[in-house]
């Protein structure tokens, strides 16, 4: 009966919320329509455009105000403004920009008129000195108006910013600002935390469009795609508006793409860069074969209409790492002491090679606008990384060699419709996004040597692990062949969507008035990951016996079976050179060439091996792993929303809105169970669920000025982050270890309860500076958890409809699954920022602009933990929890730079500094891990020529060399990871004709 009720509630919510959509739809289509019929009406309006006086650059980000009123407006990326409904009468009309002298004058507003009012600002400067904005400047200001402007608590990095001195790519530009801080490999940034939160909540937009996420088990985007040559201007939101997708706690990432500007004529304007690299890395080969090309023309035609941008980017880069992992175990009871299990080192040469294009094309309408815009990526990262896995527990040595090709190709299109009605401000949007990776031809390749010599470690507290290979007989003679694993993997996301916003304004009086704002949103996306996984359980063992004839007779080797050694495969010519500093060595380095000819041995032979008795076990097609993990299914989001910016006068503005939002998940999973055979054949069957999850989001927000210089912002939102892909597959698996993998696709949405306040000082002299907290309470944040069940009473945890006599459940099994936390977390901070440009100190000095900026974060949450116990004779496990960070959660971030233009020279220094990053979960204190201090120094140079727009330029990226390393609380900082790429260098030529 409850769940009778439970269907027939679920449907009738599902069709008030249908009713509901359909009569806003409705509503928006009415009021089209009349706005239509009623297009010839005129109302009165000011409009026009504010430029900087000297060069004609556009303002984007000019506060217009009508003096003693609540009407006003900020100018768009375009330097465009637009005041609508103005009652009849005369006003004074007032335009300020920081870094510019404000104007003022009386405009008289007629019944029907449009007055067409444009603004032509001077910069501040030294009173009889001349006035040049320099490059940094320009760019600082232009950053410091867009923020101002903005009715959200958000950062950004203007376009003059990111074109003068660009980052190395997008993610390096984003992490220069407060609250912010990368995450890197190979020393390239691919993703950002925001305010202590994981990227993946975080929502990536290009053009105001979400990027599609590239990673097959979360809903983060690699950043690293996105070139920051080809970006009009990055914005960081981290406040919301009942407009804005409500799927994100931390912060919204928005890139927009470069649009065209006017060249004289029709011939386009033409950039051209070349640009060459260096890695010091000390073990790296190929330190300089690192490039990059853009190409770029654009041009406005059709006086000025219709805009074409075009820009194609192909870089290569040498991402080589040195890096360590390390695995421990807490030493008994003690909260203190701990043992080393393993120790891994890795030699990662990264060969990235990407190639970027992005074309947008605008057409400009009497009070309007279509947009086309496309952005596309195709990188592809070849990998041949030797490994050596020092096993202190077992007392083995393990020698691999895997090599990888793995292809990132990412598609955004969007298409814009904006116009300006005589009732409403119309604006239309669809976009199509699409990211697949690809790997094709994946394989690893390893020896084990047993008796090590690690022996003398184990079960001994507190052993430093560079002490462990100084320990390594290497006895390579007795390093075995052991497993050979070959694969391919494609995972896929594509959405579409279409949006429609549409707003008006409503003048109360000339001191009170509002922009009403409503609208809807309609995603469809689909997934899919799909792996394919040839294998064996060794071949070291009877059943190989065919296996290792193949390749002793293959490669003619004087052995006899089961005793194929490394130095057969070794490569005398390499060498590991001075490995992390010397701190650890790597030995017996695995030739490449032998072993891919062995791979296409076992390729070429896989038929005859599958049909030799017992031979598929030490290589074969591997049933269990070559679909387990297998998905794909659709999400459709939905949403809608109304809200109102309400003004009184130029000192309050008040921001309500509520939205309502959507998500229906329908996933296919595999459910199976394995034997000693699932290797051959895996018992298994498919299934879908389907889920909905909706929710009403209420936001406040409230700016209050009371003076020129001072504001105060104040927001309150409501905000989602739904769950990772991987966690809701309804994926069930039982190994032949008394083990469970059981997916929760009964999971709820992380909600947050998110507070900010943010106090803005703002003056020509001083620049912008601004101090603010947060708070965001967090309730069902999604954690991992393992507990154990005994006997039938694991039964709900297996597979409906596979539970034979032989299958069902016997003994404790250990169940891992994803729930919601039952407590609320919360996570706060403060974040600090001052942006200002030493326009008044005398000669060069003039020239300095500097920023800085400092964040603290704080957070608290309750970590799951399942604690086993012996009492007597019986095994007890008792559930309890820790409490601890966020995971990737920073204590302290820093951001400085300092930059100096005197005339066509500019140079920019910069540090980041950051500490204590929470990166690893333990009941165990000492086995819980943060990283160490972290303190990056780079620099920018650039010096224009006097030939056909001819600039050169060069960076340094990591000066200092810093490493990412990750220690455990034991042992006083004993590491558990560590990772080193070392210093790059740039250097380069650009054109610009």
């Known amino acids: 009966m409850n769940l009778i009720q439970h269907k027939a509630g679920g449907i009738m919510s599902r069709d008030w919320r249908l009713f509901l959509f359909s009569s806003l739809l409705n509503f928006i289509f009415v009021f089209l329509c009349t706005s239509i019929f009623l297009y010839g009406k005129d109302s009165e309006k000011i409009t026009g455009t504010v430029k900087d006086a000297k060069t004609g650059e556009k303002l984007f980000g000019a506060n217009i105000v009508l003096v003693g009123t609540g009407m006003g407006n900020s100018t768009n990326i375009d330097g465009s403004y637009l005041i609508s409904d103005i009652p009849v009468g005369t006003y004074i009309i007032r335009v300020t920009y920081i870094g510019y002298k404000s104007q003022s004058l009386n405009i008289t507003v007629k019944e029907n008129e449009k007055i067409v009012q444009n603004f032509n600002l001077e910069s501040v400067g030294i009173e009889g000195s001349e006035v040049i904005v320099t490059a940094q400047a320009s760019g600082q200001s232009q950053a410091i108006n867009q923020q101002l402007s903005s009715n959200q608590i958000i950062n950004v990095v203007s376009a003059a910013k990111i074109q003068e001195l660009p980052d190395a790519n997008a993610a390096e530009s984003v992490g220069r600002l407060p609250g912010i801080s990368v995450l890197r490999s190979g020393g390239e940034g691919n993703a ?61 990432v928005n890139f927009n793409l470069k649009e065209a500007k006017a060249n004289t004529g029709y011939i386009p304007l033409f950039n051209f860069l070349v640009q060459g690299s ?45 890096e360590l992992g390390a695995a421990y175990t807490h030493a008994g009871v003690s909260i203190e002491d701990y043992y080393t299990t393993s120790l891994g080192l890795y030699y990662i040469p990264r060969d990235r090679q990407r190639y970027n294009g992005a074309l947008v094309l605008d057409y400009k309408l009497p009070e309007g606008k279509l947009k086309l815009s496309n952005f596309f990526s195709s990188g592809t990262t070849k990998s041949t990384s030797r490994y050596e896995n020092l096993d202190v527990l077992n007392n083995q040595h393990l020698f691999q060699l895997s090599n990888s090709k793995s292809t990132l190709n990412i598609i955004t299109n969007a298409f814009g419709f904006e116009q300006q009605l005589p009732l409403f401000f119309m604006d239309v949007k669809f976009s199509h996004t699409y990211s697949e990776v690809k790997n094709p031809n994946d394989w690893t390749v390893n020896f084990l040597q047993t008796d090590a010599g690690f022996g003398q470690f184990n079960n001994v507290a507190d052993v430093n692990p560079e002490d462990i290979p100084k320990a390594a007989n290497n006895n390579f003679e007795q390093a075995i062949i052991n497993g050979i694993v070959t694969g391919k993997s494609f995972s896929k996301e594509q959405a579409v969507t279409a949006s429609l916003d549409l707003k008006t304004n409503l003048n109360f009086s000339n001191y009170i008035n509002a922009e009403i704002k409503f609208g809807g949103k309609f995603r469809y996306q689909s997934r899919l990951f799909e792996n394919d996984l040839f294998n064996g359980g060794g071949l070291q063992f009877g059943d190989a016996q065919y296996v290792n004839d193949l390749i002793i007779n293959y490669f003619n080797l004087p052995v006899p079976r089961y005793h194929i050694s ?29 072993l891919s000819s062995l791979i296409d041995l076992m390729k070429a032979h896989t038929q005859d091996i599958a049909a030799k008795p017992g031979a598929a076990q030490a290589y074969g097609h591997n049933d269990f792993e070559s679909t387990s993990n297998n998905h794909s299914g659709i999400e459709r989001q939905s949403a809608f929303y109304v809200m109102s910016v309400i003004n009184f006068g130029s000192e309050i503005t008040f921001i309500p809105g509520v939205r309502y939002q959507n998500l229906q998940t329908s996933y296919k999973g595999v459910r199976g169970i394995q034997n000693r055979l699932s290797y051959l054949t895996y018992v298994n069957y498919d299934t879908t669920v389907t889920q909905n999850h909706g929710f009403w989001l209420p936001n406040f927000s409230l700016r209050i000025k009371p003076f020129s210089w001072f504001d105060i912002r104040l927001s309150y939102t409501k905000s989602l982050s739904y769950p990772d892909f991987i966690a809701i597959i309804p994926r069930i698996d039982v190994s032949a270890s008394n083990g469970i993998s059981w997916n929760n696709f ?27 907290g947060f708070l965001k309470q967090i309730n069902d944040l999604i954690y991992n958890w393992q507990f154990y069940k005994s006997g039938m009473n694991a039964l709900p945890y297996f597979p409906p409809g596979l539970i034979t006599s032989s299958t069902k459940p016997s003994g404790v099994y250990a169940i891992n699954t994803y729930v919601n936390n039952s407590k609320r977390v919360d996570d706060y901070g403060m974040e600090l920022d001052w942006q200002t440009h030493f326009w008044y100190l005398p000669g060069p000095l003039s020239g300095l602009v500097f920023n800085i900026n400092y964040t603290h974060i704080f957070s608290k949450a309750e970590y799951p933990y399942t604690n086993i116990k012996i009492v007597g004779r019986k095994t007890v496990y008792v559930d309890t929890t820790f409490t601890d960070r966020f995971l990737d959660q920073p204590d302290d971030i820093v951001n400085f730079s300092l930059g100096f233009d005197y005339k066509d020279f500019s140079i920019r220094v910069s540090m980041l500094y950051q500490t204590d990053v929470f990166t690893g979960v333990n009941f165990w204190p000492q086995l819980r891990s943060h990283t160490s201090s972290y303190k990056r120094w780079d620099l920018s140079t650039k010096q224009k020529l006097p030939w ?5 330029f060069g960076n340094l990226n990591n000066i200092n060399g810093a490493s990412d390393v990750s220690v455990i609380q034991g042992g006083g900082g004993v590491p558990l990871s560590e990772q080193q790429y070392g210093l790059t260098a740039d250097v380069g030529i650009k054109v610009e004709l």
């Open 278 to 322: 260096y890695n010091n890395l000390s073990n790296v080969y190929n330190k300089f074969n690192n490039y990059k090309y853009v190409i770029s023309i654009e041009n406005r035609y059709l006086d000025n209409l219709f805009g074409i941008f075009a820009q194609v980017d192909i870089e290569r880069k040498n991402l080589t790492s040195n």
């Open 566 to 594: 490394l130095p057969y495969f070794s490569d005398p010519n390499f060498s590991y050179g001075k490995f992390l500093d010397g701190k650890y060595n790597m030995v017996g380095p695995l030739d490449y060439g032998k």
């Open 746 to 772: 009964k999971l709820l949405p992380q909600r947050s309860t998110n507070y900010d306040i943010y106090l803005s000082f703002y003056e020509n002299t001083i620049g912008l500076f601004t101090i603010g």
């Open 948 to 952: 056909f727009g001819i600039q050169i």
């Open 192 to 252: 950002v935390v925001i305010r202590g939160l994981q990227p993946k909540y975080n929502k990536i937009l290009i053009d105001g469009v979400q990027m599609s996420s590239s990673n097959p088990q979360d809903r983060g985007s690699d950043l690293s795609t996105i070139s920051s040559n080809m970006l009009e201007g990055i914005q960081v939101s981290k406040s919301m508006t009942a407009d804005m997708d409500a799927d994100v706690i931390g912060g919204t």
